[in-house]
């Protein structure tokens, strides 16, 4: 009786039911190795941009972090990496962000936020030139390979 129910009844539905449950299963899988993989990568999605903000640099923290006047946070240039304080070439790495930024008008496009919660951004001047970029070429920081993934080196 059993065996009956289960080949009339049991059999067809799971023949049918299967294929979707195995489609479903592997989008769930490959969603979560997509997910994985992006975290991995850390913010290698250069073109994403969450917000926009504009303001004049008011103030520089390193060779690689500002503020501006009209937000709040603390902007981390992405993908760029400039020398720690106790490191050598910390001193022209802030102040070659010195010399490019401070005192003028920067467009912030926000790309997210680094794990101490500041703002990952790149930062255009009003003629469109990247900020992020022009330190970069200067020498005095590096391109942040880990995040851009060589996306400044394939720029000239």
């Not at 900020?131 to 720029?155: A, C, D, P, Q």
């Given at each position: 009786m059993l065996r009956f129910l289960l080949t009339t009844l049991a059999l067809p539905i799971l023949q049918r039911a299967l294929p979707h449950i195995?489609?479903?299963?592997?989008?769930?899988?490959d969603e979560a190795r997509a997910r994985r993989a992006e975290k991995e990568r850390g913010t290698a999605h250069y073109d994403?941009?969450?917000?926009v903000a504009v303001g004049v640099c008011h103030k520089i923290?390193?060779?690689?972090?500002?503020?501006?006047?009209?937000?709040?946070?603390?902007?981390?240039?992405?993908?760029?990496?400039?020398?720690?304080?106790?490191e050598v070439g910390y001193n022209a790495a802030t102040?070659?962000?010195?010399?490019?930024?401070?005192?003028?008008?920067?467009r912030v496009e926000i790309v997210g936020n680094d794990k101490y919660g500041r703002t990952l951004g790149r930062c255009y001047f009003d003629d469109g030139i990247e900020?992020?970029?022009?330190?970069?070429?200067?020498?005095?920081?590096?391109?942040?390979?880990?995040?851009?993934?060589?996306?400044?080196?394939?720029?000239?």
């Open positions: 195995i489609r479903a299963g592997k989008q769930g899988m994403r941009i969450e917000d923290v390193d060779g690689d972090s500002l503020y501006i006047d009209t937000h709040d946070k603390q902007v981390r240039l992405w993908g760029v990496n400039a020398p720690e304080r106790h102040q070659s962000l010195r010399d490019l930024a401070f005192g003028r008008e920067l900020l992020n970029h022009e330190l970069i070429k200067t020498g005095n920081v590096k391109e942040y390979f880990r995040f851009t993934k060589g996306y400044y080196s394939n720029i000239r």
